[in-house]
């Protein structure tokens, strides 16, 4: 596995989230609620960066980034891509600004069509957006095959021919297809064998180098996010808790939940290295009636009396950090 290169500190930025809020109308015994996925988070993605998006099941993140490619439309809002405010673009507006993003998905197998060859998924999105002849469109997607790692014979194959880790590959071409500047890779190596997970991030590396890619990659394994992130940002109940540097969010976390998160990853070589472990108590609040204060002061075992009243505000600390939380770990909470 191999990191990624570290993206230019004044590459121009070229998307960002600015306070994007995303709620689900639902109908309970109390009537209609909303459970709010995702509650104001506010980001920049410089070009040729990966930025990290970590949290636990339900945290809001996969939504988030549904959101920035507009595949859901946000609550309210903005999204922009290049400078662009991309938010309320109707459908045939947005369609020309599709080729600069575009979504690798965590299940390649439902995200391919099962009736569909290899050539003709990767071929789908040129010739909707008509990039080309037939024998050019063709010629690409050939060649966007063995860009993934396949020779010409796998052309023909049906996504069940495929192994698992072989799909995701596919829907990575199918990704390439119209050159996109940017790559939102909705927690792509989760549902691999390990040693498939390592051949899938050092492809997605690779292509970054090779093709000037910029990624947000989506996961809730921040061991694996390390590797291949610049910037990490965790998530906790559809908030951005903590954004920093990838290295040091990793060995230094300063919210609590980043701690306890990075606790839970198994220490191999316990000679050099003991980690304390932090088992969280109680469950994760509802979505639709969040604590007040702070969300994660109910299972925070530093929380006091005012992260039960006042929410912490995403502020920059003296390192340049993002934490939200009145008492950050590195500050002696301890």
Do not use: W
């Not at 994007?20 to 040729?48: C, E, N």
């Not at 673009?89 to 965590?106: D, V």
């Not at 316990?270 to 994660?296: H, M, Y």
């Amino acid at each position: 596995m191999t990191a990624s290169s570290p993206a230019e500190p004044n590459a121009p930025i070229l998307l960002e989230a600015r306070d994007v809020v995303k709620h689900f109308p639902i109908r309970t015994a109390q009537g209609r609620q909303q459970v709010r996925a995702v509650d104001g988070v506010s980001l920049k993605v410089r070009t040729g960066e990966t930025l990290g998006l970590v949290g636990e099941s339900g945290c809001g993140k996969s939504t988030f980034g549904r959101c920035l490619v507009k595949l859901i439309d946000p609550t309210s809002g903005s999204v922009l891509f290049d400078g662009e405010d991309i938010t309320h673009m109707s459908r045939r507006e947005l369609r020309s600004r599709r080729t600069g993003f575009q979504m690798i998905f965590q299940d390649p197998y439902a995200s391919l069509n099962p009736r569909r060859r290899a050539a003709a998924t990767v071929e789908e999105p040129m010739r909707t957006h008509g990039m080309g002849t037939d024998q050019e469109i063709r010629a690409r997607a050939i060649h966007l095959l063995q860009t993934v790692g396949f020779d010409e014979s796998y052309a023909n194959r049906y996504p069940h021919e495929f192994s698992g880790g072989q799909r995701q590959r596919l829907g990575i071409a199918r990704a390439l297809a119209l050159s996109p500047r940017l790559l939102i890779a909705d927690e792509p190596v989760s549902a691999l064998d390990v040693s498939i997970q390592a051949q899938v991030l050092n492809l997605l590396a690779d292509l970054q180098e090779e093709q000037k890619l910029t990624y947000v990659f989506i996961a809730h394994d921040l061991a694996v996010v390390h590797h291949i992130a610049d910037r990490i940002g965790v998530m906790y109940l559809g908030e951005l808790v903590e954004l920093g540097g990838s290295t040091e969010v990793y060995n230094n976390p300063r919210h609590p939940y980043t701690e306890a998160l990075l606790s839970a990853i198994p220490v191999i070589d316990t000679d050099t290295e003991v980690r304390e472990r932090i088992v969280l108590t109680g469950d994760l609040p509802n979505p639709i009636d969040k604590p007040s204060g702070c969300a994660f002061s109910p299972r925070c075992r530093y929380a006091q009396d005012i992260c039960r009243v006042e929410k912490p505000l995403l502020q920059i600390q003296l390192d340049g950090r993002e934490v939200a939380c009145h008492f950050p770990v590195a500050t002696g909470a301890k």
